[in-house]
């Protein structure tokens, strides 16, 4: 058959995935290539330090699977205080704050001039990661959990907020016009057509945010906010590794229970 | 009474859905308002209470000039106006008797809403409303938990629980079966019967529209082209509304559902029979 | 039911008394809760530093502005090592995540009773514990640098990644899998033409994202001695030098916003 033989011998490609053009395919993925092997180049690694390191690493590592909770059983007991009431103040007031505010930067219910101030407020708090308001904060406040508790609200605010605006302007406007139609008020617009249709996620939402802060709680602790993170920062420069070891553990465990709770709890407001 | 007096609306977009729309409905008038989509029926309905702001003209309900209130009397003056919507639009996390107190928002004020302590009257009336409406087994049960005839009703008895002095209907039967659509039009209608309450329905099925409403007003890209009895909607007036082609089509798309047209007719000898009985 | 009658009218109430009370006892417990970890957390607190926080943030200000603009051409360097510390962090951790969320996924696993909980137990000990922690851990095992920065980065990674993944595979529409696995083809060709092609896109994106939030950590990985930006950061604020301190901070910022910017453009292009 002519046609068979006609057919035979055609090339197949697969065509490129992504970058369809061959100039920008070759450009791109060239200078992918061509800033690995810089960077790869400009690492300044010392092996040295890191073979001695490696050598050492053997005790670290032990005192990591044999934790050791009983001889700073104060100071972790402490520690850990500190973050879950941090943690729960942070979180309420972040709440409580971030509704309004969650309100306000809402194009759908708030008028033009608090919805921009509402989203610079929550660009503001999202601009910064929750470490280097910390540094702040504790730099005015002094050292302790309440330059934490500040640090924690202040981030749950630029989280919430926003998650919350978003929810809002997805609402079914069918729902909230009916409500309008009534000649409901503002507030009674807000309490009717909005509210039931957003307090389930709002709720999952906070649950959510309990868990991020409980997290966050650990670290922050590392520049002075206090918390489990300044217990475990202690005990690593104490080379006392047996506690560090359990302080680990306690955070991972907290971490897994906090998880499958939150989990749990959104799954059953919905 | 309502009369509305060359009613404009010209969408920031530029859309003229509105161009110089007046008529009057009488109380007790039930009218059908019909036209092809973009023709401003939607449009209309939501400037009579300013759920979309008119650009022109007025609307009197009454002695009052809606399209003059100022924003603080827009709830009063809305609170006279109920509306039924499309696809129900109920508050679905709200319960069936939420649903219809909220009727009362207009009246009552935020802390008693917000506590949901209607005074007892109302909490009456919103019984009556639902056992009118036939959900007497329903009233806490979640909107979402209801079915589309059901859901109607609901808003038919929110709408009704406002004390409304005229009603506004947008699509009412758009998402029903052809059925549940006769009995939400006839509970509609025997409502406003009841209670000598005015309403203009926004309708796209012109068979259910004739078969129920006492006048019918054919609009047409933001003009009024018809007026009339619907025994005068004659396919020469129905295809200068909707256009040769949309008309045949809608028509012929009407034939072939003969299922439909033979429960219709069935309904129609129905009705006659009820009219007589009354 | 919230429905009552009285003297042969109906009543109706919100929710029934004893909900009411349970709901009131509920947000009651609430606030005591609130007021007694308030007290706990405070007790070490020291009220006079906090009323004295006004001053303290006004003396700040002028010590932090105007930046000492100066300091930028010492931040280059650092920067880049930044850049580079998350983006081979990010690489590597994609590396290890991959065949650790295959064999977490319930689909794709050679074993569910041994390998699946293996695999999610990295992926969950991965993501309890934030990169600034594995850096603080690394640093004391392999000493201050980049590489102990690379490393904290990748670690976080694996379980972000794998955790995304896994449930990305999980997800898929095995009726495609199944239609290549009639063909006749092997383990690996079923996955090059049955699974990747469902779940590449997803990966990636969540592969840009992951960078994204990798630069924002590995500016402050240098607080525990991990490199780049962060150690200028440290020894600014060890000497309490602010203006420097703010050149840093607005640096940061900038180069935040421009990944946040770029990983926005790279997901939009993908999905």
């Known amino acids: 058959m002519s046609a068979a033989v006609s057919i035979s011998g055609r090339q197949w490609k697969r065509p490129p ?45 032990s005192g990591f699977f044999q934790p050791d909770f009983t001889s700073r059983s104060r100071d972790i007991w402490q520690g850990l205080v500190e973050s879950l009431t941090m943690t729960l103040t942070a979180t309420v007031v972040g709440v409580l704050i971030s509704i309004p505010i969650g309100i306000g930067a809402a194009r759908n219910v708030a008028p033009p001039i608090v919805y921009y101030v509402c989203r610079s407020i929550i660009a503001v708090s999202r601009a910064f990661q929750e470490i280097v308001v910390a540094i702040l904060f504790v730099a005015m406040f002094g050292f302790g959990p309440f330059a934490g508790f500040l640090t924690l609200a202040f981030a749950t605010i630029g989280f919430l907020s926003k998650l919350l605006a978003e929810d809002i302007e997805d609402i079914d406007e069918a729902q909230a016009e009916a409500i309008r139609a009534t000649g409901a008020s503002w507030l009674q617009l807000l309490n009717y057509g909005i509210q039931p249709q957003v307090m389930p996620r709002l709720i999952g939402l906070s649950v959510y945010r309990l868990d991020i802060n409980f997290r966050e709680s650990a670290v922050i602790g590392i520049v002075g906010a206090g918390g489990i993170g300044a217990t475990l920062n202690t005990a690593m420069s104490r080379y006392d590794y047996d506690t560090a070891g359990a302080i680990l553990v306690v955070i991972i465990a907290l971490v897994m229970i906090a998880e499958y709770a939150s989990s749990h709890i959104r799954k059953w407001v919905q | 009474m309502l009369r509305i007096e060359a009613l404009e609306k010209r969408y920031k977009t530029g859309d003229h859905a509105l161009k110089g729309v007046s008529f009057t409905v009488q109380p007790g008038q039930v009218v059908g308002l019909i036209g092809p989509s973009g023709a401003g029926k939607s449009s209309l309905i939501r400037c ?21 209130v100022s924003r603080s009397d827009l709830r ?84 009704l629980e406002q004390d409304p002095e005229l009603l506004l209907i947008d699509e ?107 | 039911m919230p429905v009552s009658h ?34 706990v957390m405070n007790q070490g607190t020291i009220w006079a530093f906090v009323a004295d926080a006004p001053r303290q943030a006004g003396d700040l200000l002028t010590r932090a502005l105007p930046p000492r603009w100066s300091y930028l051409e010492r931040l280059w360097l650092p920067l880049w090592d930044t850049i580079n510390m998350a983006t081979l962090g990010t ?136 490199g780049g930006i962060g150690l200028q950061l440290q020894s600014s604020l060890n000497v309490l030098a602010w203006s420097q301190v703010s050149v840093i901070f607005a640096l940061v910022l ?16 993908i999905i």
């Not at chain 3, 109906?10 to 007694?36: M, N, P």
Request: hydrophobic share 50%; with cysteine.
């Open chain 1, 17 to 61: 995935l992504f970058i369809h053009s061959r100039f920008w395919r070759i450009a791109i993925y060239g200078g992918a290539l061509a800033y690995l092997v810089l960077a790869i180049g400009t690492l300044d690694i010392n092996w040295t330090r890191v073979a001695e390191g490696l050598e050492r690493s053997g005790r670290v590592l």
């Open chain 3, 91 to 226: 690489l590597l951790g994609i590396v290890v995540a991959i065949p650790v969320a295959f064999l977490a996924a319930r689909n794709t696993t050679p074993s569910t009773a041994f390998v699946r909980p293996m695999a999610l137990l990295i992926i969950v000990a991965s993501r309890s514990i934030n990169s600034l922690i594995w850096a603080l851990i690394l640093v004391t095992i392999l000493g201050p640098g980049l590489l102990a920065g690379i490393l904290a980065i990748a670690l976080r990674s694996i379980g972000f990644i794998g955790k995304l993944l896994y449930e990305a595979i999980e997800e898929i529409d095995e009726t495609q899998v199944e239609a290549v696995r009639a063909t006749g083809a092997g383990a690996v060709q079923v996955m090059d033409y049955g699974i990747v092609p469902q779940i590449l896109p997803a990966f990636l994106g969540m592969s840009v994202f992951r960078w994204d939030i990798n630069i924002r950590e590995s500016t402050i990985l240098g607080l525990v001695g991990a």
């Open chain 3, 6 to 39: 009285a003297n042969g009218t109906a009543i109706w109430q919100h929710r029934t008394t004893s909900r009411q009370w349970l709901g009131f006892a509920g947000w009651l417990g609430l606030v005591a809760l609130f007021v007694y970890c308030w007290q």
């Open chain 2, 172 to 278: 009412p039967t758009a998402s029903l079966d052809p059925k549940t659509s006769r009995q939400i039009m006839r509970l509609i209608c025997e409502i406003c019967a009841e209670r000598k309450l005015p309403a203009i329905i926004n309708i796209h099925d012109v068979a259910l529209a004739q078969m129920f409403v006492d006048r019918i007003i054919g609009l047409k890209a933001g003009e009024i082209v018809f007026d009339g009895h619907p025994s005068a909607l004659t396919n020469d007036v129905l295809s200068r509304i909707y256009g040769d082609e949309d008309w045949n089509a809608q028509r012929k798309a009407q034939d072939e559902d003969a299922q439909d047209a033979a429960a219709v007719a069935a309904f129609e000898i129905d009705r006659a029979r009820h009219l007589e009985q009354v």
């Open chain 3, 254 to 269: 900038c180069t935040v916003v421009i990944s946040e910017w770029v990983s926005a453009k790279v997901r939009h292009a």
């Open chain 2, 48 to 68: 009579i209470n300013r759920l979309v702001e008119p650009t022109g003209g007025r609307i009197f309900l009454g002695d009052v000039d809606i399209s003059a």
């Open chain 2, 76 to 159: 009063k003056a809305r609170r006279r106006i109920g509306m039924i919507f499309q696809e129900y639009a109920l508050v679905e996390r709200l319960t069936v008797m939420e649903n219809v107190l909220s009727g009362r928002l207009g009246y009552v004020s935020f802390w008693r809403s917000l506590l949901r302590r209607f005074p007892q009257g109302d909490v009456d009336k919103a019984f009556a409303l639902i056992e009118r409406v036939g959900l007497s087994d329903h009233v806490d049960k979640r909107a979402d938990a209801l079915s589309g005839g059901q859901r109607q009703r609901v808003g038919i008895a929110r709408a």
